[in-house]
């Protein structure tokens, strides 16, 4: 509805990787429009590292910074301020466990991609393609998954202490901290927190 309220043109598509890709090469035909991919794009990606830009200037010393991952365009760009400007901080990429395949891709160095994985983190959704690839296998440190009731949880904990309303997607970094306290007890630790995108009739915890 905000999209519209904007004046943007919604063309819908079945909740699908194939299928959002064949509805993009259509209305690119149709409109004669350049496409600029939602992540696997290095215009986006170097706009997406200017997080961990902004927290390495407000924060010193850091030993590793978590991120979510999907598709990869935000921790492609977490890789590429970090490894220029703070290459002694480890990257750790966070992923949903119902929609592992950025994990799987990690531990299995290539590719494995899931059409329409299902979780509540629908944000991330989206497979790796070859760039954020590229920074994934060179750059990132490490990555964890996270249940959907763990991020259930992570979400409660930050509106309920910190009045902070985040999405489920950008609850996930939080969430696999909270699971590995011993990979990160005792060092400093920045969170990117991507977005606060949510239907408060119809949070997760009230579904079932």
Not at 152 to 179: F, Y
Request: glycine fraction near 10%; charge should be negative; charged fraction near 25%.
């Amino acid at each position: 509805d905000t999209v519209r309220r904007y004046g943007g043109k919604i063309t819908e598509c079945e909740p699908s990787t194939s299928s959002r890709e064949e509805t993009f090469a259509r209305v690119q035909a149709a409109t004669g429009g350049d496409f600029v991919h939602p992540y696997n794009d290095p215009r986006v990606i170097a706009g997406q590292g200017t997080c961990s830009k902004e927290l390495i200037e407000d924060t010193d010393g850091l030993d590793m910074v978590v991120a979510p991952i999907g598709g990869g365009g935000m921790i492609s760009g977490t890789c590429l301020t970090l490894s220029t400007l703070a290459p002694e901080t480890k990257v750790i990429a966070a992923e949903p466990e119902q929609a592992d395949d950025a994990y799987r891709s990690f531990k299995a160095g290539h590719i494995i991609a899931d059409d329409a994985p299902k979780t509540i983190a629908d944000g991330l959704l989206v497979p790796l393609k070859d760039l954020t690839w590229h920074f994934v296998k060179n750059h990132v440190a490490d990555m964890f998954t996270a249940s959907d009731p763990e991020i259930i949880d992570a979400m409660k904990l930050t509106w309920k202490h910190l009045r902070v309303v985040m999405e489920p997607s950008s609850a996930v970094p939080l969430a696999t901290i909270l699971k590995n306290p011993e990979v990160f007890r005792g060092k400093r630790v920045g969170v990117i927190i991507t977005g606060g995108n949510v239907d408060l009739d119809k949070l997760p915890w009230m579904q079932g």
